[in-house]
């Protein structure tokens, strides 16, 4: 399942009803999302460090996260990423074997060339 979820293939809702809510709780599953949800929080200086750069207009951009899309798109909206960039890519894949996956370098206009990725969990 978590594969399924990770790939974008399962919804939170069916994440969480698998493998959290396979049994009876004291707690509904919007609960528990909104817990979740309320864990994510800004690196301090963030967002400040991002808008500087993006109001100097001298570089472009470009978000990559490997969380789920519905994580994902709380923290743009959350945190009100898109005033900083307008290019945000949502990785479908996970790693392989060795550790290295071949990654668009975003979704935009901009999106010509790939790079490796080193995932060092």
Do not use: W
């Not at 994510?40 to 951009?61: D, E, N, W």
Request: net charge positive; aromatic share 14%; with cysteine.
């Amino acid at each position: 399942m978590l594969n399924a979820f990770e790939t974008g293939q399962a919804t939170l809702d069916q994440y969480i009803q698998r493998t959290v809510f396979y049994r009876p709780r004291d707690y509904k599953p919007e609960d528990f999302k909104a817990f979740m949800f309320s864990a994510v929080a800004a690196i301090s200086g963030g967002t400040r460090f991002c808008g500087t750069i993006a109001a100097s207009r001298k570089y472009i951009m470009a978000a990559l996260n490997n969380e789920s899309r519905e994580i994902n798109e709380y923290r743009i909206k959350q945190f009100k990423l898109k005033n900083y960039s307008k290019y945000f890519q949502f990785l479908l894949s996970r790693r392989s074997q060795t550790g290295y996956s071949d990654l668009p370098a975003c979704d935009g206009n901009h999106a010509t060339a790939a790079f490796g990725m080193r995932d060092d969990r």
